[in-house]
């Protein structure tokens, strides 16, 4: 049951009189199952201008025609008094009885009645107003009518149902109005509401039950509907209850241990093996449950093939249910009654609802007792008359069954041989020895072979030889071999049983094959001998039969009757002696004649006369068998022995001769059964005490004689006889048709009998049986023996109907299907398939043949191969027969099978599949799904074709042994069928030998029935992958400590990061790849050459005791696959041990490197980035310990590269000049070779040390390199001389001037003062042709990877790399960025720019999580430059910042306080007063302490070193140290550019020239003063300050450098030089300036971060410009042709334009200095007179003074604004 949810709906009715109604009722819940009704929430209270009342007055429950009252409370709970004017209702159906004017106190209440008068049934509203000062409010009076209104649940959720079950739920239906409500439910199916329609009373609730009856497996979301209304209204309400419900179907399952037997069924069997007759056996199996509902089942039984008396098989469970989940077991008996039989039994597991059936398999096989001899002949010998012999064998009962045994022998003396015991019982497993006596009374040959019937088995005999002579008579010997003729001859066990008539067994009794006979003879130990008499003419023949329906053949010696009764009762008065007697008569069926001896036992009643008789061939002859019992009331039995024999007179005379031509012929011998009593009247024999089992006997199968066994036993205390009598049968001729074996005998208490019943079923006998009556006592009692003998017919059932359907099949392939045959008979029979020769290649079927038990059914598998696209309908025959007698007629029945033929193909759902990154020597499976959209199935095989996209592993590689490339991608099969409709999963799995991009085909093939391909390989789909090694990069650097104020670009370089890139992406080696930890490596070898990768890690410089240094790697994971990696320190590598088992002691070098373990660390040691990830390293080198230490550790990435970093560090002692060079290799930008101004470069000079360095480059080697290269200036170096201040970097300018274009390598000196020299080697290279990219300044290559901020990274620049690329002199260019507050603090922050940088804004205040829109402007300088620049943010924390300035207040203020006051105590005589200083005093260790006292207490025990640390400790806390600031976290911004002159770069770029901005406020280079402020100033007027100026200054500054970049406009300048001066200047010039000073970029926060030593700016470093080679002499200005004017310089590029520079002039020294005062002069008038008209003269003379200045390597640009900046 499943009740409703909490959420219950409310559903009402409205009066359609009334409008605007509002619910009345709230949502109400129910806990469990008790719906609980709740009435309506009382109305809050609400406070109107100090007063507290309800919003409205309602009334619910009201007639018409009656008046109602109720009150309405006004709570005054404000601190006023309250006045308020009240405003009746408006409708006469509401009144009050109260004033209009009131008042109401602080804390008091007032009620107002309100009365309501309803006229009629409807909806009525009204309102109260109350007015005050303060303002106005309304009460609303409301009166509602009842209304239905039900409480129904939102949902019902109903529990999950199988399909075609039923599920329950109930929930509660409540009346919420005080009306009768009548209700009706409608709902569709699965759903059912019941009761369906009802009355409910007012508040009354009932509980409904919803019924939920799926007939399929879906989710059901159904409304149920309930229309509602007062009762006899009309119903015009309506509720919805959302009823949902789920149905799955339900599914059984069969669980037994036989899992073989199963497999071989195909599906469960439930075996019993063997079990003993009469016995019976139990087994269980599990009925499962896994679905997710109830399963109802019921167990049936397989129709048809049920025995007569019902099934051996019980089982204890007929039906029930299966909790979902659960399991029943179920109990299944076996009581087999049919020795040999095997019984198969199939239950059905029916589950309604199910999409399937389960079938069981019951099977097991009946066990019968297996006896057998150890001997089955005995030969006695030849022993005298009157002697006697015995002999001893053993019978071994080999089953598991128990054996009942009995041998048909007289062993009271009638019968010369005897066996004890007779009768009992054998164990199974067991043995028992049996002992046989040989007593013979007269001198002839004996044989008799003597059965022995068993219970539930076939009888065996046991062959008896003996030979009696006497004094006189010596008949000859029988022996053994004697027999052989009649082993060969006999054919059936049964036909001795009884030696003359019908009571003797028949040779078709027992109905054995050959195999069987010959086993159960020679199981026996000796010799075996047949048991059938030959059939010759040197034989006896058998008396007459005693039923023609036993139809047995004739015998040789025959004897009737077979059986003699004497049941005489004797009165008292007769004598013991007299007798009785009956005859017998003995018929020779043979030629021969033959003599008679009877076997008469001396004590025995019972006796023949005459006892021996001659009969002739084909007579017979009589005997007399007399009764003559010796006592009274006894019961006597005996078999009486005959022996025939030939007549010895018709030997001849000749033995010899005699016995050659006829051998020796054992006797034959008959046997009477003999039964008599001597009862006296009133004393005869009571009912016996005795029991037949079984007594039903059922006979089935062909019309052959069988038989079957049955046991009477005698479980009373007396004897008693029984004899079957044919006259007592209802129906004696049917009767006849049935034998008994024996039918007479006399069984004693305890004893028993085995009988043996014998028939052959034929078509009329009747269904209800035989009846055989069994006399017991003479006929006094009987025991009825019901014998059922059917006739059975063979048949076998065909599956399917008859017919056989394939699916559509591929032409040439094969299609398989299941079919069952079934044997519906009781009898075992044999199968044949038989198929047309014509249809042999279409259709096959396995197995072909075969046998099928009694109720057995068996699965065949068919096979069809279609040849042709067309439809097939074949029919081959089923031909069986039985199983037992194969020449019996066989039918046959006939299959229908239907297939047709069909084309297809396979197709992928992809035509390309990706497999992404598989890390080598890993493997990734992925699943390509093959679909077959036809309409048959398709077997196929697959093959894979491989390619290498990378060309380069193309060649290498190598093919298999085979010739064939292996693929890196293997299939788990390699073929398969993928049905109609339905999709193959094929599994692929890659295993990539290599770092490589791969590429495979998957082909496809069909196949036929013998598995050929049918069709050439077609492609399938396309398959990629990638094979990849784990690794990692380097994307970015930072610094710390130490060198926090070192550029990115410079520790880039420091740290070698792009060698361990390169390392980093270099494909391992296998041992690399193979290992996940590195190898094992020596300590005294160390670095191994396991290990090729080698990179250099450099920590630089710094003083002894500084900070250490600290840089962070971001390491990034540019793969798909993660990456883990580890650093190892030497101590953690696996260190060989048979190195440390050498007994060597370390060296020093190996001491040495262990200490030096502890100066460096890395920070973590291992991780792992996923693909994508980034993560920040951190290395650390303490300066601890002077000197240069070196220490190995390795970078293992798993099953990647595995490289040595070589970790490098110097710590330079105290007061020690060092100059650390990153690298004595310098590379300078190639330049163009003829280049008029080619760019200034830099070469970094770092200051380990903690003092400056005074540094000077080898000007000798400048100038000798300038002597060898035609004395032109090759390499100059701006700035030779200069300081390099502690920590710090120096910038080398050098200005590389190639002539020719080729590689120059030039090694110069660089001297330290009071240091060393070092050589660095300078590399340049010039090239003659402009390439298609231009060569622009070496950095660091852009990255794609998104950065991350560093550990303790405050803030966060979202670019710290800005490349400006190729840009003009006199040009600015513009870049944006962001700075942004990563931390959770407030930060400030500061840049710290150059000349030529400018960020806006330059400092400010961010937030946590706050970016700031930075904007950067670079405007480059008027020289051709390549820049490297370092640009600065200091970044620091606003909260530190704070509490630095408060300490350092406090300080301030101490210190002025100590300055100023002092405060004098007794108590602080002895003690110092704390001092302010700016640094913290050293302690001075003493070497002696103050002598202890006599009886002081001891020191405590410690060094002098701890004792002045202890001292040293107490001194600095009464020292109060001045507050340092806090360190500025440091942002690295690199700007890189290079720039060139306007006219190279309108040469080498022309399409930027018009997209660049040219500023001409440009950036000067310092130089020294060209002119003097007094110069300037004299004899000129006023300044302009103001906007004027800058307007002025501007505009003129633009226009002289735009006509200084026209060619044509420069050659009007040569005639300009001629003309004499029109002004002489008032002031002499100051000589020429000699060569700029170099840019050096200073820092306007920090200028001592670069200083310049040269103020001179010599180029040679001496102090003296360098000579410029000597010019020829040039004719005046006049004389110059035009042509050598325009021809300009030898040796210039012809590619350049024909432009001529000031030094070009043909003019000589004296002409270039008169041009020059003249052009200084007109452009100083033109400022004096401060005119915007601006003559040609002036723009020639300012044009020529800025060619001077080029000529003297002086901007273009520089001087005029200097003139300009100055005179304006």
């Known amino acids: 049951m499943c009740c409703p949810r909490d959420s219950v709906m409310l559903t009402e009715s409205e009066d359609p009189k009334s409008t605007g109604s509002e619910a009345l009722w709230n949502n109400f819940r129910h806990p469990g199952t008790q719906l609980k009704c709740l009435r309506r929430a009382p109305v809050q209270r609400n406070c109107f201008l100090g007063l507290e009342t309800k919003p409205e007055v309602l009334w619910e429950d009201w007639d018409e025609g009656r008046e109602y009252t109720k009150s309405l409370t006004l709570k005054n709970v404000g601190l006023k008094l309250q006045k308020l004017q009240l405003r009746p209702p408006v409708t006469k159906f509401f009144s009050i009885s109260i004033s209009r004017n009131i008042s109401v106190s602080p804390g008091t209440t007032l009620s107002i009645p309100v009365t309501f008068r309803p006229a009629q049934r409807c909806k009525y509203e009204d309102s109260i107003e109350f007015q005050s000062k303060d303002g106005t409010f309304q009460i609303i009076l409301r009166a509602v009518i009842p209304y239905p209104a039900l409480g129904v649940p939102d949902t019902v959720l109903l529990p999950l149902c199988a399909v075609y079950q039923s599920a329950s739920a109930t929930f509660l239906l409540k009346n919420l109005s005080k009306l009768h409500t009548y209700f009706y439910w409608e709902c569709s199916e699965p759903f059912q509401v019941s009761p369906e329609e009802g009355v409910l009373k007012p508040n009354q609730e009932i509980q409904l039950m919803?019924?939920?009856?799926?007939?399929?497996?879906?989710?059901?979301?159904?409304?149920?509907f309930c229309s509602f209304g007062e009762e006899g209204q009309k119903v015009d309400c309506c509720a919805t209850v959302l009823l949902q419900g789920a149905a799955k179907y339900p599914c059984l399952q069969l669980k037994n241990p036989s899992s073989k037997a199963e497999k071989q069924h195909g599906g469960p069997v439930l075996n019993f093996g063997s079990v003993a007759v009469g016995q019976s056996l139990q087994k269980g199996f599990d009925i499962c449950n896994p679905s997710h509902v109830t399963a109802f089942f019921s167990l049936t039984r397989l129709p048809g093939g049920v025995p007569l008396f019902g099934s051996e098989f019980f089982c204890d469970v007929s039906s029930g249910k299966v909790a979902p989940g659960g399991s029943l077991s179920a109990k299944v008996t076996f009581a087999p009654t049919v020795a040999g039989s095997v019984s198969v039994e199939y239950l059905t597991v029916e589950c309604k609802g199910a999409l399937n059936k389960t079938v069981l398999k019951l099977t097991g096989n009946c066990a019968g007792p297996k006896l057998s001899f150890s001997s089955s002949l005995i030969d006695f010998g030849c022993i005298k008359v009157g002697a006697t012999a015995s002999h001893s064998i053993e019978m071994v009962n080999s089953s598991f069954v128990q054996a009942t045994y009995q041998w048909d022998i007289d062993c009271a003396g009638h019968s010369v041989f005897s066996i004890q015991p007779q009768c009992g019982t054998l164990n199974p497993k067991s043995r028992l020895t049996l002992t046989i006596f040989y007593r013979p009374t007269m001198p002839v040959s004996h044989h008799r072979s003597v059965p022995c019937f068993i219970l539930h088995g076939e009888p065996m005999f046991l062959d008896l030889l003996g030979t009696c002579h006497s004094d006189l008579q010596k008949p000859a010997v029988l022996k053994p071999e004697h027999l052989g003729d009649i082993k060969e001859a006999r054919s059936d066990i049964i036909s001795v049983l009884l030696p003359n008539n019908s009571s003797q067994l028949d040779p078709q009794a027992f109905c054995l094959s050959t195999d069987e006979k010959s086993s159960r003879q020679t199981d026996n130990v000796s010799i075996v001998r047949s048991v059938t008499p030959k059939e010759d003419t040197d034989q006896p023949a058998s008396a007459e039969e005693d039923s023609p329906g036993l139809s047995s053949p004739p015998t040789r010696l025959s004897v009737v009757p077979s059986e003699l009764l004497f049941h005489q009762v004797r009165s008292s008065s007769m004598s013991t002696s007299s007798a009785t007697s009956q005859g017998v008569a003995i018929t020779n069926n043979s030629a021969v004649k033959l003599t008679l001896v009877w076997t008469n036992a001396a004590d025995s009643p019972f006796s023949v006369s005459p006892s021996t008789s001659d009969l002739s061939p084909l007579k017979s002859t009589s005997f007399r068998v007399a009764y003559n019992p010796k006592e009274l009331n006894a019961v006597h039995a005996a078999q009486l022995e005959c022996l025939a024999f030939k007549d010895q007179s018709q030997s001849c005379e000749n033995e010899d001769i005699c016995e050659n031509e006829e051998p020796i012929c054992p006797p034959w011998c008959v046997i009477v059964?003999?039964?008599?009593?001597?009862?006296?009247?009133?004393?005869?024999?009571?009912?016996?005490?005795?029991?037949?089992?079984?007594?039903?006997?059922?006979?089935?199968?062909?019309?052959?004689?069988?038989?079957?066994?049955?046991?009477?036993?005698?479980?009373?205390?007396?004897?008693?006889?029984?004899?079957?009598?044919?006259?007592?049968?209802?129906d004696p001729a049917l009767a006849v048709t049935v034998s008994l074996v024996p039918r007479c005998g006399l069984l004693f208490p305890g004893d028993h009998q085995i009988l043996t019943v014998i028939t052959t079923p034929k078509e009329d006998h009747p269904q209800e049986g035989i009846k055989l009556h069994l006399q017991l006592n003479s006929g006094t009692h009987t025991k009825e023996i019901t014998v059922f003998s059917i006739l059975e017919k063979i048949s076998m059932s065909l599956g399917g109907g008859g017919s056989l359907y394939f699916q559509d099949t591929y032409v040439g392939s094969a299609t398989k299907q299941t079919h069952f045959i079934?044997?519906?008979?009781?009898?075992?029979?044999?199968?044949?398939?038989?198929?047309?020769?014509?249809?042999?290649?279409?259709?096959?079927?396995?197995?072909?043949?075969?046998?099928?038990?009694?109720?057995?059914?068996?699965?065949?598998?068919?096979?069809?191969n279609p040849r042709e696209e067309k439809t097939y309908i074949l029919e081959p025959t089923l031909t069986f027969w039985p199983t037992q007698d194969p020449s019996y007629q066989k039918s046959v029945l006939t299959l229908k099978v239907v297939g047709r033929g069909a084309k297809c193909f396979i197709q992928a759902l992809k035509d390309v599949l990706d497999m992404g990154d598989t890390l080598v020597g890993r493997s990734q499976s992925v699943y390509v799904p093959l679909v077959n959209n036809s309409t048959c199935s398709i077997s196929f095989i697959v093959s894979v074709e491989q390619t290498l996209q990378d060309e380069e592993l193309r060649q290498d590689h190598v093919p298999a042994t085979n010739g064939s490339i292996c693929p890196a991608l293997q299939l788990d099969c390699e073929g398969g069928t993928v049905a109609s409709q339905s999709a193959f999963m094929l599994r692929a799995t890659f295993r990539p030998d290599r770092q490589a991009h791969y590429g495979w085909t998957i082909n496809y093939q069909t196949l036929n029935l013998t598995g050929m391909p049918l069709s050439p390989p077609k492609p399938v789909c396309e398959v990629r992958g990638n094979g990849v090694f784990p690794t990692l990069q380097v994307t970015d650097v930072s610094s710390g400590g130490v060198m926090a104020w070192l550029s990115k670009t410079y520790v880039w370089k420091l740290l070698s990061v792009d060698s361990l890139n390169a390392q980093l992406v270099?494909?391992?080696?296998?041992?690399?790849?193979?290992?996940?930890?590195?190898?094992?490596?020596?300590?005294?070898?160390?670095?191994?050459?396991?290990i090729k990768a080698m990179v250099d890690i450099n920590f630089s410089a710094a003083p002894l005791n500084s900070e250490p240094s600290t840089f962070a790697l971001v390491f990034y994971n540019p793969g798909s696959i993660p990456v883990e990696w580890t650093f190892l320190f030497p101590d953690d590598q696996q260190v060989d041990f048979k190195h440390w088992s050498q007994g060597e002691e370390l060296c020093n070098n190996e001491l040495e490197q262990m200490q030096v373990g502890e100066l460096f660390s890395v920070s973590p040691l291992s991780g792992t980035l996923l693909s994508g990830q980034q993560n920040s390293v951190q290395l650390s080198y303490s300066h601890t310990v002077s000197g240069t230490h070196q220490l190995p550790i390795i970078l293992k990435i798993l099953h990647g590269r595995e490289i040595l970093l070589h970790f490098q560090g110097v710590t330079v002692a105290q007061e020690r000049p060092h100059l650390y060079f990153l690298s004595t290799h310098h590379v300078f930008t190639p330049i163009m070779i003829g280049s008029l101004t080619p760019p200034i470069q830099t070469y970094n000079l770092y200051n380990g040390g903690d003092v400056p360095v005074h540094y000077e480059v080898d000007a000798g080697v400048l100038s000798k390199l300038q002597e060898n290269n035609f004395n032109q200036p090759l390499l100059c170096c701006l700035n030779p001389v200069g300081v390099a201040l502690p920590g710090k970097m120096a910038k080398l300018e050098f200005i590389f001037s190639p002539l020719e274009a080729k590689m120059y390598r030039m090694d110069v000196p660089i001297h330290v003062r009071h240091g060393e020299t070092t050589v660095v080697n300078f590399d340049g290279c010039g090239f003659g042709t402009q390439t298609a990219v231009f060569p622009s300044s070496d950095t660091k290559p852009v990255r794609c990877v998104r950065r991350i901020p560093v550990p303790e990274q405050d803030a966060f620049l979202s670019e710290d790399n800005i490349f400006l690329g190729d840009i003009p002199v006199c040009?600015?260019?513009?870049?944006?960025?962001?700075?942004?507050?990563?931390?959770?603090?407030?930060?400030?922050y500061k840049w710290c720019l150059t000349q030529v940088i400018r960020i806006h804004p330059k400092q400010g205040l961010l937030?946590?999580?706050?970016?700031?829109?930075?904007?950067?402007?670079?405007?480059?300088?008027?020289?051709?430059?390549?820049?490297?620049?370092?640009?600065?943010?200091?970044v620091t924390q606003h909260s530190a910042l704070t509490q630095y300035s408060e300490a350092l207040h406090r300080w301030e203020q101490e210190r002025v306080q100590q300055q100023n006051e002092f405060t004098i105590t007794e108590r602080d005589l002895a003690e110092s007063q704390k001092v302010l200083t700016d640094k913290v005093p050293t302690?001075?260790?003493?070497?002696?302490?103050?002598?202890?006292?006599?009886?002081?207490?001891?020191?405590p025990i410690c060094s002098r070193l701890a004792r002045a640390q202890q001292r040293a400790e107490s001194e600095a806390v009464k020292v109060s140290k001045r507050p340092t600031p806090p360190n500025p976290m440091l942002l690295h911004l690199e700007v890189s550019a290079r720039s060139y002159h306007a006219q190279e770069y309108l040469r080498y770029f022309p399409n930027r020239f018009n997209n660049r901005f040219r500023c001409f406020h440009s950036i000067k280079h310092l130089r020294p003063q060209i002119w003097s402020d007094a110069l300037l100033q004299e004899g000129r007027p006023s300044q302009i300050l103001g906007p004027e100026r800058h307007f002025l200054q501007h505009v003129i500054t633009s226009l002289i450098k735009s006509i200084l970049d026209d060619d044509a406009f420069t050659r009007s300048l040569l005639q300009l030089a001629s003309k004499p001066l029109f002004y002489k200047p008032k002031v002499i010039f100051s000589p020429p300036s000699p060569l700029p000073q170099p840019l050096i970029g200073l820092d306007e926060t920090n200028p001592e971060l670069h200083v310049r030593a040269d103020s001179l700016g010599t180029a040679a470093g001496s102090g003296t410009r360098l000579k410029m080679p000597p010019r020829a002499e040039r004719i005046p200005m006049q004389e110059v042709p035009p042509c050598q004017i325009q021809k300009g310089r030898?040796?210039?590029?012809?590619?350049?334009s024909n432009t001529v520079g000031f030094r070009d002039l043909p003019i000589n020294r004296t002409s270039r200095r008169y041009v020059l005062k003249h052009i200084a002069i007109s452009y100083e008038l033109f400022f004096i007179q401060m005119g915007l008209a601006m003559s040609l003269n002036v723009l020639h003379t300012a044009i020529l003074l800025s060619m001077y200045a080029r000529r003297d390597k002086v901007s273009n640009g520089s001087f005029p604004e200097v003139v300009t900046s100055k005179l304006v």
């Open 210 to 224: 919803v019924l939920f009856q799926p007939q399929q497996a879906l989710l059901y979301n159904q409304h149920a």
């Open 673 to 730: 059964r003999v039964i008599g009593h001597s009862l006296e009247h009133g004393k005869e024999l009571m009912y016996p005490n005795c029991s037949l089992e079984p007594n039903n006997v059922v006979f089935t199968g062909l019309s052959v004689r069988s038989h079957q066994t049955l046991l009477l036993r005698n479980n009373g205390e007396q004897p008693f006889t029984f004899f079957r009598n044919l006259n007592d049968s209802l």
């Open 822 to 864: 079934r044997n519906v008979c009781r009898i075992p029979l044999s199968f044949q398939w038989n198929i047309r020769e014509s249809d042999q290649e279409l259709i096959s079927v396995q197995p072909k043949d075969g046998e099928l038990r009694v109720n057995e059914s068996a699965e065949q598998q068919w096979s069809f």
């Open 1066 to 1090: 270099c494909m391992p080696s296998p041992v690399e790849h193979s290992y996940r930890s590195p190898r094992r490596h020596s300590m005294r070898t160390y670095p191994t050459i396991l």
């Open 1371 to 1388: 040009s600015q260019s513009s870049r944006v960025f962001f700075l942004t507050n990563v931390s959770l603090k407030e930060i400030l």
């Open 1407 to 1434: 937030r946590p999580g706050e970016s700031i829109f930075c904007v950067l402007t670079f405007t480059a300088t008027d020289y051709p430059t390549i820049y490297h620049l370092d640009i600065i943010c200091q």
């Open 1483 to 1499: 302690a001075v260790i003493q070497t002696k302490g103050p002598s202890l006292g006599k009886y002081k207490t001891l020191p």
């Open 1690 to 1696: 030898q040796g210039d590029n012809p590619e350049q």
